[in-house]
């Protein structure tokens, strides 16, 4: 089992930058392949950002790519997603979550979630 908290949303202005933390506890961090998603109302959940177990293997989605920078400390159990350029269409409520094996950006395919934190881009 792997538990994840998120932090570090909140309200920013259009241009703005915010950095998201998920911090993992239970089995071992470093074997777990991190994913970001992220639901706005009335969407479904979309893929934004992975990272391997090491960090050298890293995929973003198209809309964020340039933007977002996925990032993990596995000393400190944690994988970090900053944000850059916030555009008003990246207002949602951001998920981390963990899966195992290969990169993935199918939200199916990951095991463990966390609660999720509020992003709010204001234009």
């Known amino acids: 089992q792997v538990q994840l908290v998120e932090s570090g949303g909140g309200l920013v202005q259009a241009g703005g930058s915010l950095r998201l933390s998920c911090a993992a506890s239970?089995?071992?961090?470093?074997?777990?392949?991190m994913g970001w998603f992220r639901q706005a109302p009335g969407k479904e959940r979309e893929f934004v950002a992975t990272i391997s177990w090491s960090g050298r293997g890293i995929d973003y989605a198209d809309s964020v790519k340039g933007r977002f920078t996925i990032s993990r400390d596995n000393a400190k159990n944690t994988v970090y997603l900053q944000m850059n350029s916030l555009k008003p269409e990246d207002t949602a409520v951001y998920y981390c979550?963990?899966?195992?094996?290969?990169?993935?950006?199918?939200?199916?395919?990951?095991?463990?979630w966390g609660q999720g934190t509020q992003v709010t881009v204001s234009s």
């Open positions: 979550a963990a899966k195992t094996k290969v990169l993935g950006d199918r939200a199916e395919r990951y095991d463990y």
């Open positions: 239970g089995r071992t961090f470093s074997s777990y392949i």
